[in-house]
Structure formats: structure tokens, C-alpha cells
């Protein structure tokens, strides 16, 4: 045989091989990712529940519209390698079976507590839905994080969901329709940039209450993060984690994080406000001006990720997982999620504000636009 025609015959038989195998990978890429949106093809409450999938660089993320939340968040340690950082389930069906762990949502109509689950707007009081003990948290057992939500739009990085709230949903009054749009931008960020227009004079708060661990969801603790937060004070709480309307300065305390500490340094001081807690659970007063500013950061020395948070927000709640359990139902890949293994940083204005004329307000009223932003910004050291 001649031996050009045997090293084109050849060249030939390898680049289709090459194509056979990239199809077959990519076949395979396919249907790992049918298999994990397979568990989100359901139905709740007569509405369809997806699985959608975000990608910019070296971040991805995937979201479901049950509750619209946060399923995955992969970040590269400094290694290179992804690690995802939040907990949560495998399917639509076990969000819904534990909504109340509120893994990855976004939570309203007001995040967070109110006491007593009441209060009173131009003289007419307002009964919430009690759901922690006497009050009321994160909207009760009707809050926005066990609705299906709508898709307005998506791309490869971002997506638009939207929810009507009915007068009277969970006893908050006004038709309130709200927005959020989840983007990976090019800054390294996870963006989440709220909207919400009501019909009648209300009080709204919406956060996201993603549980993070910068080692990878599953990983058995997060006391060795260290976390600095740019807050003079915290709001001093009741032994039922309602404010009592006064601040106190964290200077000289388990709560000071002006500068960066490790999170099981003082965790277990003798401190009224953390007996309280049973570890960190409390609102820090933000020293942030009106706008959008850098407000805190996370570090796990072992991957090497740092969170970086920013926030047009008054407000930060800082949960330490002081009441998650080994015996709470397993998480994504069948990982126990034990004793403080994950942590919450919520972005907010103050819990019980409809409550506390002195906090920041969250009247929203009619002719207004409800507007805030949040975004967590990943880097490596």
C-alpha cells in the first residue's frame, strides 16, 4: 500500500475514533446532568419544578424554582479544584419534606423573626403565621421558600425568577410581586439583586439562607473558618432571639469580628447573648454608609477560599449551625450534616423592625420599588 494513503487512511480511523470517544463523553456529561436534574422534573403544588444550571469561569452554580434557591455553588479552592460550598438535597421532593431547614432559599416575605408573630400597620394588626415557638420566622409556614416560582429569563449565567404573594399570604397584607435574579458575573461574584412592588402598605424583607462551608458541604465543622465583619455592635436579643431594641457594642466581646477570628475561638465563652443562641445567632449592626459596600469575609484555611461579602443591606445575621444535628436527614450525596458543620451569613434588615420604630424601616408602599443587592465574591490565598 502506498504510504500516503496508509497515514491518511490512518489519520483517518484515530480523528474518528477521537470523535467517538468526545461523543461519548460528552453523552456521558449529558447524562450525568439529566441525572441530577431528574430529581427536580416534579410537581409541587401543581407547579412545575426545574433544575437550572449557571456557569462563568470557574463558578457554577445550579438553582431550582422551588423556592428559589440555591441547590449547588462550585468554587475553586487553591488547587484549582471545584468544591461546592452549600448545603442542601438531591431532589425537589426533599427540600419540600424539610422545607423548614430552609437550605439554599429565599426567604420572606419578612427574613428572619417577628415577635409575638404580629404586628401593626396604620392601626390595624397584622397575625403572621407562628412557626418558632410564639413568633414568627422567615415568613412563617407560608414564606416564600415553599412557593414555586416563576423563570422569566435565563442565560448560562444568570436567571430571573418571579412570585406573586397574595393579600393575606401568611397574614402580611398587600399583593406583593418580587424578583430575583441569581447572576455568576465576571468579578468571581454570585449576585443576588431583589425587586418587590406591592398593591398596599407593607413590610418586606427578603435574604437568601444559603448554609456555607468553605471545605465542602459535608465537611464535619466550620469553627475553623475565620470571619471578619464591619460592625461596631449586635442587637441585643431576648431568650427567645426576639430583639429587645437595644445595641450592643461587640468591643471587648466573643462578638467582636472587626477584625478576622476563627470561629470556634470564643464560641463557647461565658456570654449571656451566646447561651442565648446556643453559639452565634444574632444581627450585626453594620458600619456601612447608605449603598453598596464590602461588609465581611470568610476564610477556610484548608481550601483556601475566601468569601468576600457585599451588600446594600443595614444588616447581617450571623448563624453559627447551633441547632443543626447528626440525626437531621442526610444531605446531598447522602452526607450527614452534623453540630454546626455549615454557617449562615444573611444579608437583612434588623429582625422584628415592623416591631421596633428605632431599627431601619421596611415599609414598602404602594408606588414604591423594593430594591437591594447582595454578592458573594470568591478568591483564593
Partial sequence: MNRKIFFTLLACASLTYACQQGTTKQAEQAETRDSAASGFAASID?????LYTLKNGSLSATLTN?????????????????????????????????????????VGRYGNRIGDAKFTLNGETYALEKNDGKNSLHGGTNGVYNKVWDVESSSDSSVTLAYTSPDKEAGYPGTVTMKVTYLLNNAGELAIDYQATTDKETVLN???????NLNGAGSSTILDHELQIDANAITEVDKTLIPTGKSLPVEGTAFDFR?????G??????NKQLKIGKGYDHNFELTKKEGYQKVAALYAPTTGIEMQIFTSEPGLQFYSGNFMADTDPKGKGGKVYPFRSALCLETQHFPDAPNQPTFPSTLLKPGQTYTSKTAYRFVNR
Avoid: M, W
Avoid at 427578603?206 to 456555607?212: I, P, R
Fill in 259 to 263: 477584625q478576622a477570628h476563627r470561629i
Fill in 206 to 212: 427578603l435574604t437568601n439562607h444559603a448554609y456555607f
Fill in 46 to 50: 401543581g407547579k412545575e419544578v426545574k
Fill in 265 to 270: 475561638e470564643r464560641i463557647e465563652e461565658d
Fill in 66 to 106: 422551588y423556592g428559589a434557591r440555591l441547590v449547588t455553588l462550585n468554587v475553586a479552592d487553591k488547587e484549582g479544584n471545584p468544591v461546592d460550598i452549600i448545603l442542601g438535597y438531591d431532589t425537589a421532593d426533599e427540600f419540600k419534606q424539610h422545607a423548614s431547614n430552609f437550605y439554599g432559599a429565599i
